[in-house]
C-alpha cells in the first residue's frame, strides 16, 4: 500500500466527507480514510440534523436525496422532576414547509450516504483503515500510515476529520495532549423501536412530521439534559452527561437512562416499544474557547476534532458546524494546491474562512453558555421550582390562593435563595 | 435496559488484541477512579477487596469517556480499534 493522493482526509464523518467531496469537485485526487467498516458505522448523535447551508450549495436538491428521517414541526422543553414534568412546546406552521428546519436520521445510513457522494464526485473510499501515524518529511507533511497495513498514502496536506478526541490533531500538535473533563459531555442513547401510526398518534404527527424534546431535571443533580426524538417506526431516547460531574457523581449513565425511561411521564412516552440499540459517544461541550489549533504545516483540523459543537441548552448543533468546517477545509486546501503552498500559512485561508462564517460567529457569540451551563441549581433545584410553580397554580382545593409573584419570591428564596436568582437570570442573560 | 446484556443491544466485532492497555498499578493509587462509574459500557471495575482495576475492552463503545475522565493517564494504550474491529452501529 503506497499511493499518491492530493489530499488525504481522516475520517469519513460529516465533516470528512463534505472536506473529500469538496476537493474531489474542484478535481484533486482525494483519500477519505474511515476506519469503520463504512462510514457511519462508529457514528451516533442524539440527534437532530440541522440545514446544512454549504452542502445546499453544492448540491441544492440535497434535501431530496439524502436519506432523512422525519423533519422537525414541534419542539419542546420540559422540565422534569422524579413524579411532575412542566412543558412547553412550538409547533410553527413554518416549520412544516421546505425547507424544513431540520430532520431526524440514522448516523450508519447519513454518514455512509454523504461518503457515497463524495466517491461520486471521485474521491477514494478507503474503509477498515484506522489512521495510525502522520508521515512528515524533511519538515513537510508527506502523508498517512495505517495500523496494522504496509506502507503509506502519500499527500502533501491531510484534513484531520477524526472526531472528538481526534489523534491526528493531537499528532500534529494542534491539540492540547489532555482534555479538561469540564468542557465535555458524553452522550448515550437507546434506540426504541415502535410502529409508526404509534408514534403519529402518541406525539399527534401526521405525514413525515416529527417531534423533538429537550429534558432539564432528569440527570439525577448530575449537569446534563435528556432527549427525546421521532424517527420513522423508532425514538431515540437519550441523556448527556457533563464529565466534570458525572465522574464525581458515583452515577452510571446506564443507571440514570433507565430512571429517566421510568420517571411516570417518560415512561408512557415509549411505553410499547422495544430496545433495539445502545449507542454512546463524547461530545465535545466547550464551545469558542477549546477550539484547538485549525491549521498547521500540511494539516488543517475540521468538525469535533475542532470542536466546532455548540450546545447553549436550547440548540444543539454539531453535524451542521461540522459539513461547514468540511467544505471550508476543502476550499482551503484546493486554493492552497493553486498557490502549491501547503504551510501553515498558506492554508491559514481556512481560519479566515471559518471565521467569517457561521460557525465561528454562532460559537463567538454563545462563548458564554458552558460557563453558564456550569451550574448545578439548573439541574435540581429550577426544575423543582418550576414544577412546583406550575403544580401550585393549577391546584384548586379549596385553599385560598397566593399572590403568585409573592409566591414565586418565596419559593423561590427557599429553593435557591434571591441572590443566587439574580445571578442567574444575569448569567443567562450575558450568555444567551 | 439491563448494561451486563448490552451484547443482545449492540454489535461487536471484537479483536483479540486490546486497543485501551492500562497500567493498573497506577489505578490502585487513584483516589477518584471516575472510569468506572463514568464509562457507559461498564468496562472499568474496580474490586475493593483485591485493590485491583479489571479492564474488559470487548463492549466498549468507543465513546472516549475514559480517556477524558482519567486525570492520572493510567493508559499505556489508547487508540481506536484496527480497522472492522469494535462496536458496529446499525441505526443509532
Known amino acids: 500500500m503506497s499511493k499518491a493522493y492530493d489530499a488525504i482526509v481522516v475520517g469519513a464523518g460529516p465533516a470528512g466527507s463534505s472536506a473529500a467531496l469538496t476537493m474531489a469537485r474542484a478535481g484533486l485526487k482525494v483519500a477519505l480514510v474511515e476506519r469503520g467498516a463504512f462510514p457511519g458505522e462508529k457514528n451516533m448523535f442524539g440527534g437532530v440534523l440541522h440545514r446544512l447551508p454549504s452542502l445546499e450549495e453544492v448540491f441544492p436538491d440535497f434535501w431530496e436525496r439524502a436519506p432523512l428521517e422525519r423533519h422537525i414541526v414541534k419542539k419542546g422543553v420540559t422540565f422534569m422532576t422524579g413524579d411532575s414534568s412542566f412543558s412547553t412546546t412550538i409547533e410553527a406552521g413554518n416549520f412544516d414547509r421546505p425547507p424544513y428546519n431540520g430532520y431526524t436520521i440514522f448516523r450508519p445510513r447519513f454518514d455512509r450516504w454523504l461518503a457515497e457522494e463524495a466517491v461520486k464526485a471521485g474521491a477514494t473510499l478507503i474503509t477498515r483503515a484506522t489512521v495510525d501515524e502522520l508521515v512528515i518529511r524533511n519538515g513537510r507533511m508527506a502523508g498517512v500510515t495505517i495500523l496494522d497495513r504496509k506502507g503509506e498514502l502519500s499527500a502533501p496536506v491531510v484534513v484531520a476529520a477524526d472526531g472528538v478526541l481526534s489523534f491526528t490533531a493531537k499528532k500534529a500538535g494542534l491539540r492540547q495532549p489532555t482534555f479538561d473533563p469540564g468542557q465535555m459531555a458524553v452522550g448515550v442513547k437507546a434506540l426504541i423501536d415502535m410502529p409508526r401510526e404509534m408514534i403519529d398518534d402518541r406525539f399527534g404527527l401526521v405525514r413525515d412530521q416529527g417531534f423533538a424534546n429537550e429534558f432539564v431535571g432528569c440527570t439525577g443533580g448530575v449537569r446534563g439534559g435528556g432527549f427525546l426524538y421521532t424517527n420513522y417506526d423508532s425514538l431515540s431516547i437519550g441523556l448527556v452527561f457533563h464529565l466534570g460531574s458525572l465522574r464525581t457523581s458515583g452515577k452510571t449513565p446506564y443507571d440514570l437512562l433507565n430512571a429517566f425511561m421510568e420517571q411516570p411521564q417518560v415512561d408512557k412516552m415509549i411505553r410499547g416499544g422495544r430496545l433495539q440499540e445502545y449507542s454512546a459517544h463524547v461530545i465535545p461541550e466547550g464551545g469558542y474557547n477549546m477550539i484547538p489549533e485549525l491549521v498547521g504545516d500540511g494539516i488543517i483540523v475540521a468538525g469535533d476534532a475542532a470542536a466546532l459543537c455548540n450546545a447553549t441548552g436550547l440548540n444543539l448543533e454539531g453535524i451542521n458546524l461540522a459539513s461547514h468546517s468540511g467544505v471550508l477545509a476543502g476550499r482551503a486546501v484546493v486554493a492552497a494546491h493553486q498557490a502549491g503552498d501547503f504551510s501553515r500559512r498558506g492554508l491559514q485561508a481556512y481560519r479566515q474562512l471559518l471565521d467569517d462564517s457561521y460557525v465561528i460567529k454562532d460559537l463567538k457569540l454563545y462563548r458564554k453558555a458552558p460557563h453558564m451551563l456550569h451550574n448545578d441549581r439548573i439541574y435540581n433545584e429550577y426544575p423543582e421550582l418550576v414544577c412546583g410553580m406550575m403544580e401550585y397554580i393549577y391546584r384548586i382545593d379549596g385553599a385560598p390562593k397566593e399572590n403568585l409573584s409573592k409566591l414565586f419570591l418565596k419559593t423561590a428564596k427557599e429553593k435557591v435563595g434571591l441572590k443566587n436568582l439574580a445571578a442567574d437570570a444575569f448569567s443567562a442573560w450575558r450568555a444567551l | ?92
Open chain 2, 1 to 92: 435496559m439491563n448494561i451486563d446484556e448490552i451484547f443482545d443491544y449492540t454489535s461487536f466485532t471484537i479483536d483479540r488484541e486490546p486497543h485501551i492497555v492500562l497500567d493498573t498499578q497506577v489505578c490502585v493509587g487513584c483516589d477518584n477512579r471516575g472510569c468506572t462509574n463514568s464509562c457507559p459500557a461498564r468496562c472499568y471495575t474496580w474490586s475493593e477487596e483485591e485493590q485491583k482495576m479489571t479492564f474488559v475492552h470487548d463492549g466498549c463503545l468507543e465513546c472516549g469517556t475514559c480517556y477524558v475522565v482519567c486525570h492520572r493517564n493510567a493508559f499505556t494504550r489508547w487508540r481506536y480499534p484496527r480497522g472492522g474491529f469494535g462496536v458496529a452501529y446499525r441505526m443509532t
